[in-house]
């Protein structure tokens, strides 16, 4: 990555309306969500919603780019470039007929020898979305890492220099559903599989982010990578993960989320979110539930893990 000529950049906003360029539908089919309002335009239209919500699962961090140029002013090389943990906040849940504008910054570069004596490169990227208004809507913040041949150049700072910013503030949220029942700590949520994950459904899920990176869907590319087949995109960790939670705590009332994929995603792999209420606590005035999820695959290895907070109250 080109960290030095990147670090404290912001790219121009680029505005569209989400249905344009995201499919709700596909998402759904691609986790095996069984939710009526993503399935159907009609229903959720007749639920209220301007078209099917928006999962904030959806807000992919390259959606706020202007061009396709982007990813070579930012160096990034997929296969040998990895997301790390990817941070999710939600103020509210747009429908697919809503304009948003995403803009995206580069919040923190830094780079570190590790055990090797090779550099490890760090990139921290938020991509904020805005609503025809200017009001948030939702956020994405995603920390890359790239190993690289030689020590550490010395040119960016020689580790995370901060700059993550202030949480969303709470104060303005009114979540529409329920709050949900038996908000106790220790309470197991019920599951959610989803799988086997074939081509077809690596295919919706980029197709359902607007995904670029054909690593998910060309075996050529997957091998120029390094990997043996193509391989899932993240969106199933971060969906998958979320999704465990929503359906316990309501359609909106997930507000923040922070993943962390473990392992490659493989084609014919079946996933299973799990989930549990860590704790619930006061925060900003509201009632909060904090969820520890974990994504395992039919063999039992942890694919991702994270931890989610849910407005159960006040």
Avoid at 104 to 110: D, I, K, L, P
Wanted: charged content about 25%.
């Amino acid at each position: 990555m080109r960290l030095a000529d990147i670090q404290g950049r912001s790219f121009e906003p680029v505005g569209f309306v989400l249905g344009d360029r995201l499919s709700v539908a596909n998402y759904a089919k691609a986790l095996s969500i069984d939710e009526p309002l993503y399935r159907s335009a009609e229903q959720a239209q007749s639920a209220g919603w301007p078209g099917r919500p928006v999962p904030p699962g959806m807000y992919a961090f390259f959606l706020a780019f202007p061009h396709e140029r982007v990813w070579d002013e930012i160096g990034v090389t997929w296969g040998r470039t990895l997301a790390g943990t990817i941070e999710v906040e939600a103020a509210r849940l747009a429908g697919e007929q809503e304009w948003v504008q995403g803009q995206a910054h580069v919040e923190a570069v830094w780079e570190r020898p590790g055990r090797d004596g090779d550099a490890r490169q760090f990139l921290r990227l938020r991509s904020d979305f805005t609503d025809e208004k200017g009001e948030f809507v939702a956020r994405w913040r995603v920390t890359f890492l790239e190993r690289v041949d030689g020590a550490p150049s010395g040119a960016v700072p020689d580790q995370d220099p901060g700059g993550a910013g202030e949480p969303v503030a709470w104060d303005d949220l009114a979540p529409v559903s329920p709050a949900p029942e038996g908000v106790e700590a220790g309470r197991q949520l019920s599951a959610h599989m989803a799988g086997p994950l074939d081509r077809l459904a690596f295919a919706r899920m980029s197709v359902a982010l607007d995904d670029p990176n054909l690593v998910h869907l060309d075996e050529a590319v997957a091998a120029a990578a390094g990997f043996p087949t193509v391989i899932g995109s993240g969106g199933f960790v971060v969906g998958a993960l979320w999704e465990v939670v929503r359906r316990w705590a309501g359609l909106d009332r997930v507000v923040r989320g922070t993943t962390k994929q473990l392992l490659p995603l493989w084609p014919s792999t079946t996933l299973t979110a799990r989930a549990s209420i860590a704790s619930v606590e006061p925060r900003q005035g509201r009632t909060v539930a904090v969820c520890a999820a974990e994504l395992v695959d039919q063999d039992g290895q942890k694919i991702g893990e994270g931890t989610f907070d849910a407005l159960v109250g006040g």
